[in-house]
């Protein structure tokens, strides 16, 4: 059982790139989120999902895209990084209760 | 939207001593989580409260939950230096799968 998986752990990017982060799980959660954090800003919610096929906007959504094919994935895009995309993210599911974070990815965006 | 606060931002506190850290919330939450951060390390789930006025304690660490369900306190007596980290609180509204985290108090501590 290895909870909430993410990878790659580290990235370098050039603006104007695309990558995908991946988080997965092996709970049978059926909500997953992407946060990013930055210092002195706790954690932001950029998108959610509410179980496999559907995706909603979380308080920080621009820039970023989304996907749910399958109950243990959850896909985070970003299409054309920007040095403001610089950040931790963390990917985390719920059984409606707590919270269980992936270990994140760290992302620089230069 | 829905704002939860967090004070003080940081915390240095000498190994051995008491302190506190607080939570607000601009609305009424029907439950709070807190969060323990190890640098380096991802967030951990410490503990949830539903009831208004709830207290809950885990060893030295002290929950409390208001009476009006908007804000909330952990209690950490006796640091010690494997208290060292950072604290989140995060709120959910009735019915809200998501949660609003404050800025989080990081913790130091002198030995």
């Known amino acids: 059982n290895a909870g909430v998986t993410q990878t790659p752990k580290f990235r370098v990017l050039k603006t104007g790139q695309s990558m995908t982060l991946l988080c997965a799980q092996d709970m049978n959660h059926e909500y997953m989120y992407w946060y990013r954090q930055d210092p002195g800003m706790g954690l932001r919610l950029i998108h959610y999902s509410v179980g496999e096929g559907t995706t909603a906007k979380g308080e920080v959504p621009d820039g970023y895209n989304v996907s749910r094919l399958k109950k243990q994935n959850f896909l985070l895009g970003l299409e054309s990084a920007a040095p403001s995309q610089t950040s931790v993210y963390f990917c985390?599911?719920?059984?409606?209760?707590?919270?269980?974070f992936g270990p994140g990815t760290r992302l620089l965006v230069l | 939207g829905q704002q939860v606060m967090q004070i003080p931002q940081y915390q240095h506190v000498q190994e051995g001593e008491d302190f506190t850290t607080y939570c607000n919330s601009s609305t009424t939450l029907s439950n709070i989580q807190w969060y323990k951060q190890r640098p380096g390390g991802h967030p951990v789930f410490l503990i949830q409260?539903?009831?208004?006025?709830e207290v809950k304690k885990q060893k030295r660490l002290t929950f409390q939950f208001g009476e009006a369900k908007k804000n909330s306190s952990l209690h950490i007596t006796a640091t010690q230096t494997t208290d060292v980290g950072t604290y989140f609180c995060a709120g959910a509204r009735l019915n809200d799968y998501k949660l609003s985290f404050g800025a989080g108090t990081t913790v130091t501590v002198r030995a």
């Open positions: 409260l539903v009831k208004s006025g």
């Open positions: 985390a599911s719920t059984n409606r209760e707590t919270q269980y």
